[in-house]
């Protein structure tokens, strides 16, 4: 499967620290999604990597794409409370497979 | 901004019953997803669906459900009888062509009892 892993599985830090997170995945891709899920609601689409990228910026958010090492990293820069939620990164086209997730705390 | 968007957001049904999940899809977009997440559990793929037919299922898509656009905006899951593992919430998706963005919508968390 082109299953992704998001590692570490929680992170906490201070507010106005970067966090970043990582992710595996086992097959080659077309392009890598990260996603945003507060708790108990949806997915927030945030950022498409395409596989002929290495990296792309939106707003505090830097996603990079390693597809010799099948990873992809998040980093969110001066995080906020409001960054506070679980991320996941997924692959595949018509047939999304997401990873576990990172379960993200911004600790005011 | 376009948003998908689905009813209700929380339904509460008894074991055996039909249930009828709602989803109204961005308005250009030609590919509609279900997926469903299990309490503390990864976002699973059930479906994808294009041009009136379904395209992709997973092995969870058996013959307890069915998709359907009814017409030209919704896009529904329908889950006959219903068991207690199917609690969880659903998410419906869309998106312009398979390898674009993905958006979802809130959710629909079913309940059954």
């Known amino acids: 499967s082109q299953q992704g892993e998001e590692d570490p599985q929680a992170l906490s830090i201070q507010e106005g620290e970067n966090a970043t997170m990582n992710c595996s995945y086992k097959t080659s891709i077309n392009n890598l999604q990260w996603y945003r899920q507060n708790s108990g609601r949806g997915l927030v689409h945030l950022i498409l990597i395409r596989s002929n990228e290495r990296e792309k910026h939106s707003g505090r958010l830097r996603v990079t794409l390693d597809t010799s090492k099948k990873s992809s990293s998040l980093l969110i820069t001066a995080s906020r409370a409001a960054d506070t939620a679980s991320y996941f990164c997924?692959?595949?086209?018509?047939?999304?497979?997401f990873g576990q997730g990172t379960r993200l705390t911004i600790n005011p | 901004e376009p948003e998908v968007t689905q009813t209700p957001s929380h339904q509460v049904t008894q074991m055996g019953q039909e249930v009828i999940l709602r989803c109204v899809p961005i308005?250009?977009?030609?590919?509609f997803y279900w997926y469903r997440q299990i309490l503390g559990q990864k976002v699973e793929f059930l479906v994808s669906f294009y041009n009136n037919e379904i395209s992709e299922k997973s092995e969870i898509f058996d013959d307890q459900f069915s998709v359907e656009r009814p017409d030209g905006s919704n896009f529904t899951l329908k889950i006959r009888s219903t068991k207690l593992e199917d609690s969880a919430m659903y998410f419906c998706?869309?998106?312009?062509?398979?390898?674009?963005?993905?958006?979802f919508g809130q959710g629909t968390r079913l309940t059954v009892v």
């Open positions: 998706a869309s998106s312009s062509f398979p390898q674009a963005e993905a958006f």
């Open positions: 308005s250009n977009h030609l590919y």
């Open positions: 997924a692959t595949g086209a018509q047939k999304l497979v």
